[in-house]
């Protein structure tokens, strides 16, 4: 079963990642774009050489690309599996496919929306390549507390659910993360490293389809996967009978 | 009130039977860290840590972790 499950969840994974990869292709490029003709015109107008590329724009923005968005989405299926196999008959939802969407969607919550609110995706020349090593320590931190946070919350949940009923008991737990993630994510180190003349509107735009990408992974993920397991959850049931 | 009263009145009862953990274990750490392995390939190698010499898999990757939310350079 297990096996199964993960199988499919890599297969809802690699559907995702090339749904996610036709999204960056319409919305994405384009800024990712302007913000290196920005980086380029700053390094020309400092007199600096442009950097030697090391691998062509042509194949960044393609097969590069494409290997990123399907490899995200592959791993990220592959944990989500893992997650909703642990998840399925320990709560309280019996349907395959509202179970993996619940699920996607507080891993949106978790995975996506709590890091990116203190960390949000940045276009090439937003970031100091100084600072790269606390950067990606902090985004990576803040991602675990987050998780961390998140389990912690669904285990109060199953505590109180019975004492105080779904509404109150889901309310208490919801105001329990939102506070302890925004604590935590205050005490973690603020970074400004946005060029002086760098377009406010291509920031937005970049920032926005990068969202944008992940509400599309997560709500690929969280159906598609849904359709898969509720297919090999009712053939196992059927073999049991 | 009784625990079986209490629990006869629990919300939706859970009637499936769910998968022991002893059996989702092995899958977890093998199948998890190789997964963790993926994405790190995707979101961080080459940037602040570097397991493979040179710029190649930073910069092959370069839009995808800009566009998916890693910090890139």
Redesign the interface.
């Known amino acids: 079963?297990?096996?199964i499950l993960?199988l499919r969840g890599m297969l809802a994974g690699v559907v995702a990642g090339l749904f996610v990869f036709a999204l960056?292709r319409w919305i994405?490029?384009p800024q990712?774009e302007r913000a290196i003709a920005f980086e380029t015109s700053m390094d020309q107008a400092k007199g600096e050489a442009p950097e030697p590329e090391?691998?062509s724009r042509s194949?960044?923005?393609s097969?590069?690309?494409l290997?990123?968005?399907v490899?995200?989405g592959?791993?990220?299926g592959?944990?989500f599996a893992?997650v909703f196999?642990?998840a399925?008959?320990?709560?309280?939802?019996?349907s395959p496919r509202s179970l993996s969407i619940l699920l996607a969607g507080l891993g949106f919550v978790t995975c996506?929306v709590v890091?990116?609110l203190k960390?949000?995706?940045?276009?090439?020349s937003v970031?100091n390549?100084e600072t790269?090593?606390i950067?990606?320590?902090a985004?990576?931190l803040l991602l675990a507390i987050s998780v961390a946070v998140m389990v912690i919350a669904a285990q109060i949940e199953r505590r109180i659910?019975?004492r105080l009923?779904?509404w109150n008991a889901l309310l208490v737990v919801a105001v329990f993360f939102v506070v302890v993630v925004t604590i935590a994510a205050h005490f973690l180190p603020n970074f400004d490293e946005v060029p002086a003349g760098f377009p406010a509107t291509l920031m937005w735009k970049f920032r926005v389809?990068?969202l944008e990408?992940?509400v599309l992974l997560w709500a690929a993920l969280g159906f598609f996967f849904g359709w898969l397991a509720e297919k090999a959850v009712s053939r196992s049931e059927n073999a049991y009978r | 009130m009784s625990q079986s009263v209490v629990g006869a009145f629990a919300p939706q009862p859970v009637s499936i039977p769910a998968i022991p953990v002893r059996e989702i274990m092995p899958w977890a750490i093998f199948a998890g860290l190789l997964m963790l392995l993926a994405l790190y390939f995707v979101g961080a190698e080459q940037g602040a840590t570097s397991l493979i010499q040179g710029h190649t898999v930073h910069e092959f990757v370069h839009d995808g972790r800009h566009l998916l939310g890693f910090p890139c350079h």
């Open positions: 079963m297990i096996r993960l960056a994405g490029e990712v090391i691998v194949v960044q923005r097969l590069g690309l290997t990123a968005t490899v995200d592959t791993a990220l592959g944990i893992l196999a642990f399925y008959g320990r709560l309280p939802i019996t996506t890091p990116a960390y949000p995706a940045s276009p090439p970031g390549p790269i090593g950067r990606t320590a985004f990576f659910h019975n009923g779904t389809a990068a990408m992940q």
